[in-house]
């Protein structure tokens, strides 16, 4: 069928299009994440493999001491395993789901506001499955092993929904800056990204070394000695929000 | 006629390369356009620039008279499927369509689904675990279903054979006739698409070589085979795109069409005129302006 014997066309589908809210699509770019779950299940994985690790360490420790007894509890930093995991999954989840969004013809600005929803919700159910944990370990004396990896003391200090609370914004902030690290790489390069990396630790000890100087050593730890799960949620917030508003930097003219 | 793309002067360099150097071309509303041209003309970045993918480094690019970059009012009738696409990780065939259902407001499920079984698309497969040729398919039936009003496919046939080839031709055209738009097609394989686009824009370095109907082509070049004096005679003055001599016989293409007077001329010299195909036309002329940019670069 050549152009000029093809059959006589209906109506043309390029009409006047209807105004739309330009966040019409911010739903369907939230689902564009959730099409295979990996982002929620492996996480998941992560975190009940961790714990499950911690207790049986756990376990193991106390058979050497002879026995679960009333000494001293103990405490692992099994918790953040999942942290990691999830700032991993958010950097690979940018890094693949954006180049389809842009085939779908998503705007950078709706895709990402898709993908901070799915961020703030996956950030919500692990404070919820977090501070769950910390109460089941404090109602039971750590599963009967007088093991925690939730219920530290400094986060369960001020209520078990400070930790959770505390758990969801820090989770936010890691995810933030994985998708971060993401999509800086997607921009410029694995040269720039690493550059940047790199400055951004200079600026990091050299930040240090002047607060040393002005307040001593004594000064600093005496500083983080003074934070709480609550004051540590909200430093956490402040870089998610800083972060959410660099991400968007990145992402603008991040290509496929 | 009206134009639902408008490109103005538009640059793109990368570095030191010039990607499209001065671009300025208009892309009709419901016409299927043919996006020629070698290897590395420009052709994939400027369906990027105009799909918002990439940015211009100068000049102006319109989608339904607004700018496409970051505009929601234009992209969901943007569709642009692209020669190696990624898609989501693990995701099969009907998770991709899934998720292109629910970015394209006139996306049909329906045709998606008969297009996945005409094509062999296997439903269980992974999609980075298909063939080419398989995952150039799943390229092809969103680029179909999704019925943008803009559709985009960059050399949408790597990896399918010859029958998948035909049966994306016939439903494009058929879907084309029911449902009306705009298609831009970038393709090698000229000579196999010809019969489908109504348009030609065609690449050359960054630069617009071609900018025409299909129709007005056919009188751009001819080729005239006979005697090599008697051809000699018609062809004297003209720009000659291409010349083959084979003893006292000869084959000369040319730019530009007979007049009735110079094709009763070829009559009585019994010369043959043959019509040159598109593909002819784009390699003639492509080649023809490297020759003349080398001529230009040995003479100064």
Not at chain 1, 94 to 118: E, N, Q
Not at chain 2, 256 to 280: H, I, K, N, T
Request: proline residues 3%.
């Amino acid at each position: 069928m050549s152009a000029e014997t093809r059959p006589s066309t209906t109506s043309s589908i390029t009409q006047q299009a209807v105004h739309r809210s330009p966040y019409a699509r911010v739903p369907a770019a939230f689902r564009l994440h959730l099409v295979n779950r990996q982002i929620i299940w492996i996480p998941l994985i992560v975190f009940g493999g961790a714990w499950a690790l911690s207790l049986g360490i756990g376990l193991w420790a106390q058979r050497l001491d002879g026995g679960p007894g009333p000494g001293d509890p103990v405490y692992t930093g099994s918790g953040q395993a999942a942290l990691w995991c999830l700032a991993f999954m958010a950097a690979y989840s940018g890094s693949h789901t954006f180049p389809f969004a842009l085939a779908l013809s998503f705007s950078r600005r709706v895709y990402l506001l898709g993908t901070l929803l799915v961020f703030v919700l996956i950030a919500i159910c692990y404070g919820i499955v977090f501070g769950a944990a910390a109460a089941v370990e404090q109602a039971t004396d750590g599963l009967g092993l007088h093991t925690y990896s939730h219920a530290l003391p400094f986060l369960v200090a001020d209520g078990i929904w400070v930790a959770g609370l505390a758990a969801a914004v820090v989770a936010l902030m890691l995810m933030l800056i994985g998708f971060g690290a993401s999509m800086l790489y997607r921009r410029f390069g694995v040269l720039v990204f690493w550059l940047v990396l790199l400055v951004l630790t200079v600026l990091i000890v050299v930040a240090v070394l002047l607060t040393v100087q002005t307040v001593g050593w004594d000064g600093l730890w005496g500083w983080f000695d003074r934070q709480t799960a609550l004051s540590a949620a909200g430093w956490s917030g402040l870089v998610a929000v800083v972060m959410a508003g660099v991400d968007y930097g990145l992402i603008r003219r991040a290509t496929a | 006629m009206d134009a639902v793309i408008e490109v103005d002067g538009l640059t793109r360099r990368y570095r030191s390369t010039t990607a499209l150097d001065a671009v300025s071309v208009r892309f009709e509303r419901d016409v299927i356009h043919g996006l020629l041209g070698r290897n590395g003309a420009g052709k994939t970045t400027l369906m990027s620039t105009v799909t918002a993918q990439e940015w211009p480094t100068s000049g102006e690019v319109r989608v339904f008279g607004q700018h496409p970059h970051e505009n929601e009012q234009v992209l969901p009738r943007i569709c642009f499927v692209r020669e190696e696409q990624q898609y989501l990780d693990d995701a099969r065939a009907s998770h991709a369509f899934a998720a292109a259902a629910m970015a394209f407001p006139r996306w049909d499920q329906e045709f998606a689904e008969r297009l996945a079984v005409e094509f062999k698309v296997p439903e269980k497969t992974r999609i980075k675990k298909m063939s080419r040729g398989q995952r150039s398919a799943v390229g092809v039936i969103i680029g179909l279903a999704s019925r943008a009003e803009v559709t985009f496919f960059d050399e949408p046939y790597m990896g399918l054979d010859a029958v998948a080839r035909q049966l994306f031709y016939d439903r494009l055209l058929a879907d084309y006739a029911e449902h009306p738009r705009t298609i831009v097609l970038s393709s090698h394989l000229i000579d196999e698409i010809a019969h489908l686009i109504e348009h030609v824009v065609l690449l050359d370095e960054g630069r617009v070589v071609l900018d025409e109907p299909v129709e007005e082509l056919r009188d751009r070049a001819v080729t005239l085979v006979g005697r090599a004096d008697a051809v000699g005679e018609l062809t004297a003055g003209r720009t000659v795109l291409q010349h083959e001599g084979m003893g006292r016989t000869s084959r000369t293409t040319v730019l530009g069409g007979l007049d009735a007077g110079e094709r009763r001329r070829a009559a009585e010299l019994d010369l043959d005129l043959l019509p040159v195909s598109l593909q002819q036309l784009v390699v003639h002329l492509t080649s023809q302006r490297e020759r003349h940019e080398q001529q230009e670069r040995s003479t100064s």
